[in-house]
């Protein structure tokens, strides 16, 4: 035996919203004989002895027509009932007026738009995608014009400002037009505050992307996302047709899967309310549309970045590369939804592809040479001081080397080398020398060190084995004819 309340609620699901035996079965959590026997019956007729009488059956004919007459409270039922008789209490009558009560179902007025008036746009969610090493939460953007609902719909991994201006600017794009109105909910994107009975205030960015293409912005009232219904019957649509079943792959592979969609499906479909194809309704609403500016606007969104020591500027827990010379800076960060750009002083110093992987980092090898060249020239200047100071003639030294020798560098790199193994003052002095002997290169000043670095040998005394050495010599006579004068005599 169901109740009163449940009746109502079958009646309701069959007489209004044209459901089946077997959809109302499940959305009461019913038998589908029971739902089909209480169809069959026009009113409700509980089975006798099924419940005590009480004071208020005779009453309860009359409370259900009062309130489908008028909302009226179980107190003010009360009042009239007294007057009729009713001698019961207040509880069973305020616990019998809770279960028959018709529900409240708000009623909307149909919206009527012209041609070229009006666009609507949302968000939908697709679940995760893996990039790389993680995961992002999916998200589509779609645009409807309301007169001819041709739809528009792209895939993001964000819903960022930067991403929900580029919704609309590739949106303006396919539909090569810009509507007269776009209207939107009150996402931090779009609307900064609305508060009830109060003009919305919106967002400085978008307010100045309206401008640039020319559309006034139309925002919904607080909690009250039924006033844009074409996009969010489009949302559903996109998720019932094209999203259900679908294996995600990458972002490249369901925006090209998705705008074969539209054109091949969405759009050529007959609509369910217009009864009529949105492109050819398209067709009608084109020239009521405002021509597409030539002048794309700037999506990027602008922040200042501090550049770290190891020359690299932080977006989304990712690290992108700078030129070394802006090590320790301040940087401007214009972040587009495909790719990084960092100005210093509206110069523009680097740029990369954006990744929504995380952790990453990116460096670009232009970045990296920059940084070894510099620390060469340091190294080499370094090498020229150390150098120089070796003597007062190192500098006139080192030009001569430059005018003889190819390769300077090689031989003072040699010279500063040789400083630290025999010391500077022995350096200085072999420069003096060969100075003076005019010798330019390294090679001499490495012989010149090694030779007086290399030590001399004294000769030693002779020492004879046998004493009888000095008795065995065998002395010629002397030639004393030497000594003879001119006449022949001896002195």
Same mark, same amino acid.
């Not at 009608?284 to 501090?306: F, I, N, S, W």
């Not at 592809?353 to 952790?359: G, T, V």
């Not at 670009?364 to 060249?373: D, F, M, N, R, S």
């Given at each position: 035996m169901i109740t009163y309340q449940t009746f109502h609620q079958i009646r309701q699901l069959c007489d209004q919203e044209k459901l089946s035996v077997a959809q109302i079965a499940v959305a009461l959590q019913l038998d589908e004989r029971t739902v089909g026997k209480w169809i069959a019956t026009k009113t409700y007729q509980p089975r006798a002895g099924a419940k005590r009488s009480s004071k208020l059956d005779p009453h309860k004919g009359a409370i259900v027509r009062l309130l489908a007459t008028h909302p009226f409270t179980a107190q003010q039922l009360l009042q009239r009932l007294r007057d009729q008789g009713y001698t019961g209490g207040y509880s069973i009558l305020k616990d019998y007026v809770r279960a028959v009560r018709p529900p409240?179902?708000?009623?909307?007025?149909?919206?009527?738009?012209?041609?070229?008036?009006?666009?609507?746009?949302?968000?939908?969610?697709?679940?995760?995608?893996?990039?790389? &090493? *993680?995961? &992002?939460?999916?998200?589509?953007?779609?645009m409807v014009l309301c007169y001819s609902r041709q739809l528009y719909v792209e895939f993001t991994l964000a819903q960022t400002q930067e991403h929900f201006l580029a919704g609309h600017q590739h949106a303006f794009e396919y539909f090569n037009a810009v509507p007269a109105e776009v209207m939107v909910d009150n996402c931090k994107t779009a609307v900064l505050a609305h508060a009830f009975g109060t003009p919305a205030v919106l967002h400085p960015r978008y307010l100045d992307f309206a401008r640039h293409y020319g559309f006034v912005v139309k925002a919904c009232g607080p909690y009250k996302p039924h006033e844009k219904g074409r996009v969010e019957n489009g949302v559903g649509y996109f998720k019932k047709n094209f999203l259900a079943g679908l294996q995600l792959a990458s972002l490249d592979a369901l925006n090209a899967a998705v705008r074969q969609w539209l054109d091949q499906v969405a759009n050529v479909r007959e609509h369910g309310e217009t009864h009529q194809k949105p492109?050819?309704?398209?067709?009608?609403?084109?020239? #009521?549309?405002?021509?597409?500016?030539?002048?794309?606007?700037?999506?990027? *969104?602008?922040?200042?970045?501090?550049?770290?020591?190891?020359?690299?500027?932080?977006?989304?827990?990712?690290?992108?590369?700078?030129?070394?010379?802006?090590?320790? *800076?301040?940087?401007?960060?214009?972040?587009?939804?495909?790719?990084?750009?960092? %100005?210093?002083?509206?110069?523009?110093?680097?740029?990369?592809? &954006?990744? %929504?992987?995380?952790?990453?980092?990116?460096?670009?090898?232009?970045?990296?040479?920059?940084?070894?060249?510099?620390?060469?020239?340091?190294?080499?200047? #370094?090498?020229?001081?150390r150098f120089l100071a070796l003597s007062p003639r190192a500098a006139e030294y080192y030009r001569r080397l430059a005018e003889k020798r190819g390769n300077p560098r090689h031989h003072v790199q040699k010279i500063v080398a040789l400083s630290e193994i025999y010391g500077v003052e022995k350096v200085q002095r072999a420069l003096e020398d060969a100075w003076a002997y005019q010798a330019f290169s390294c090679e001499y000043i490495a012989n010149l060190l090694e030779q007086r670095a290399r030590p001399t040998t004294q000769p030693g005394a002779l020492h004879l084995t046998r004493q009888q050495d000095l008795l065995e010599l065998d002395l010629p006579a002397p030639d004393l004819s030497l000594y003879a004068t001119e006449e022949g005599g001896v002195p």
């Open positions: 409240r179902q708000p009623a909307f007025l149909k919206l009527h738009f012209a041609p070229g008036q009006c666009a609507q746009v949302d968000w939908g969610s697709a679940g995760f995608l893996t990039v790389g &090493r *993680t995961r &992002r939460r999916l998200s589509f953007f779609v492109q050819a309704l398209f067709a009608l609403e084109k020239p #009521q549309l405002q021509p597409l500016t030539v002048r794309p606007y700037d999506l990027a *969104t602008v922040t200042t970045v501090v550049v770290s020591r190891r020359c690299r500027v932080t977006l989304d827990t990712n690290h992108y590369s700078v030129p070394p010379r802006y090590a320790n *800076t301040h940087l401007l960060l214009k972040a587009h939804p495909d790719r990084l750009c960092l %100005y210093h002083q509206a110069q523009l110093v680097a740029e990369h592809p &954006r990744s %929504y992987d995380r952790h990453q980092d990116f460096e670009q090898p232009e970045h990296v040479q920059e940084l070894l060249a510099q620390r060469q020239q340091a190294r080499a200047q #370094q090498l020229q001081t």
